[in-house]
């Protein structure tokens, strides 16, 4: 393999990426992969700064450009400082959340369009695109649902109406069926295990796809 795998994953917040993304890491541990996990906005000293500023919920008068504008520069620096080195170490590279975060929430959510927020995320991205992209399918309501089952404190974004959140989710359904190639819609009203199963399926034919 000339270049490592890169895997993302997305979806509304609590549909179950975390517990996903440690059962992917552990399996392509167990094939001999070297792998590395991040998430985002964050993953490096200068985003997980970002970070903060865009999640805490005294800034709730940012615009939602400048807010893209935030993510996509996390984003810049994650790739630019971990994702291409990594990848071209040839290291699994997981990412909770990427590029089609940004679509979604600040193209569709906030309604600043897709093709706008692409434009500026071309940069930050680089021509580094997931080779998989799992979106876990759970709709707003329901992950509004688990997000109150929990007992989260909601921070900045996660604390909008529930229209923001129906809005990304009809974004990220829209943006797989756009790109069905790369964007594999995942049923997670289901066991973790048989969510796993299906994401291993995905995973596996890529890799023997790429020895080929
Ligand atoms: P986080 O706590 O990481 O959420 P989750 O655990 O659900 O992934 O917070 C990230 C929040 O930022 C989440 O509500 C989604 C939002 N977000 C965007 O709006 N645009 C983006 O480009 C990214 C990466 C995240």
């Given at each position: 393999m000339s270049r490592g795998i890169f895997i993302t994953f997305e979806g509304n917040d609590g549909s179950g990426k975390t517990t996903q993304i440690l059962l992917l890491s552990e399996y392509l541990k167990q094939k001999g992969l070297e792998v590395v996990t991040l998430r985002e906005p964050g993953g490096t000293t200068i985003g997980e700064k970002i970070r903060e500023i865009l999640l805490d919920n005294r800034n709730r008068g940012m615009s939602p450009v400048a807010e893209m504008l935030l993510y996509a520069a996390s984003r810049a620096q994650l790739v630019s400082e971990v994702i291409k080195p990594e990848l071209e170490k040839n290291r699994a590279v997981i990412c909770d959340r990427f590029v089609d975060s940004s679509l979604a929430y600040q193209g569709v959510g906030r309604g600043l369009g897709v093709n706008n927020v692409w434009v500026v995320n071309r940069q930050a991205v680089d021509d580094c695109l997931p080779d998989i992209t799992f979106?876990?399918?759970?709709d707003a309501d329901a992950s509004m649902a688990r997000r109150i089952a929990k007992g989260e404190e909601a921070d900045r974004i996660e604390s909008e109406k529930m229209d923001f959140h129906r809005r990304v989710y009809s974004g990220y359904l829209e943006l797989s069926r756009r790109y069905p190639d790369r964007i594999k819609r995942i049923d997670v009203n289901r066991s973790p295990q048989e969510v796993f199963a299906e994401i291993r399926g995905y995973v596996d034919e890529f890799l023997e796809k790429a020895e080929r």
């Open positions: 979106f876990m399918d759970l």
